[in-house]
């Protein structure tokens, strides 16, 4: 059964960073797709950044101030949000696909087969 769980997640203010992770377990993250999506109360779920093989890829809103990595020896993915904005609030997902993806093809939903519970970013102004 595979689980995704993220953590990292709270309260921050305007400024501030925050580094969220998410462990796998019965699934091995290695060169497949994964990906970081976000949902704002009353707001589709967006893409955040997602990391194939082929590279990284940030939605313009967030590029330049968070930073996706990958742990394959512990299985566990990444993502340090600096300069965060009340607009960054949301519940902050990580998601896998088995494969790669290059480009906006990382950009669909439909490319993530697992996600995880979610973790609530809230920032203050």
């Known amino acids: 059964q595979v689980q995704l769980v993220e953590s990292g997640g709270g309260l921050v203010q305007a400024g501030d960073s925050l580094n969220l992770s998410c462990a796998a377990s019965?699934?091995?993250?290695?060169?497949?797709?994964v990906a970081w999506w976000r949902q704002a109360a009353g707001k589709e779920r967006e893409f955040v950044v997602a990391?194939?093989?082929?590279?990284?890829y940030y939605a313009d809103s967030v590029k330049g101030r968070f930073a996706m990595s990958r742990d394959n020896a512990k299985n566990t993915l990444w993502l340090l949000m600096n300069h965060l904005k009340p607009e960054d609030t949301a519940v902050y997902y990580c998601a896998a696909g088995a494969g790669w993806c290059s480009g906006t093809g990382c950009y669909e939903r439909s490319m993530y087969e697992y996600w995880g519970q979610g973790t609530q970013v809230t920032v203050s102004s």
């Open positions: 019965g699934y091995t993250f290695g060169n497949n797709r």
């Open positions: 990391m194939s093989w082929s590279g990284i």
